[in-house]
């Protein structure tokens, strides 16, 4: 919604810590949205197939259809309701609170920026776009310090402990934590 070089903070750089970015994000005007394509043009396959017939069925084992058609209808059913108890909810990623949006999002099958302005609108809204203001703020820390996705960002003085026992435990979902075992299996 705001490219990661158009907001720094006094002192130059990045912004390190999410508050600070938030409130300057939060003032600052949103890149606008850019008009739908009248026309997308299959590109040249020397085989002579269609595009289309290259891709895979639009859903997976778990029956979930994917495509923005599919996005932009879990994002409204999810304005017309579960919106007004995110804020409480959020955190409890069973519940019907959380958006369920990640997918779309993640392979840009819906846009942030039309996510958050829709959201924007809502009464209940406001936290939720608090949230996707994460997903600028770790594109800038990305863009200013591309190790950042493979090095401590903030080195804490953790160290690595290699215990097999313990990674056996973690990839078969055995570590005692539930939420994360369960992701796990």
Request: charged share 25%; proline share 9%.
């Amino acid at each position: 919604m705001v490219p990661p070089s158009a907001l720094e903070p006094t002192g130059g750089g990045e912004y390190k810590i999410f508050t600070p970015y938030y409130r300057r994000w939060s003032a600052a005007d949103w890149r606008p949205t850019e008009p739908v394509p009248k026309q997308l043009a299959d590109p040249d396959l020397e085989s002579g197939h269609n595009l289309l017939d290259l891709l895979p069925p639009s859903t997976n084992e778990s029956g979930i259809v994917g495509g923005e058609t599919a996005g932009r209808r879990r994002l409204s059913a999810w304005l017309d309701g579960p919106l007004d108890s995110y804020e409480d909810g959020r955190d409890t990623p069973a519940g019907e609170h959380t958006s369920r949006l990640f997918a779309y999002l993640h392979l840009g099958c819906l846009s942030p920026l039309e996510v958050a302005l829709a959201a924007s609108e809502h009464p209940a809204g406001d936290s939720f776009v608090r949230q996707l203001c994460w997903r600028d703020f770790l594109l800038q820390v990305l863009a200013a310090r591309p190790d950042a996705s493979t090095a401590p960002y903030r080195d804490r003085g953790d160290t690595w402990v290699d215990d097999l026992d313990a990674l056996q435990a973690w990839q078969n979902g055995q570590r005692g934590f539930p939420l994360v075992d369960a992701g796990m299996r």
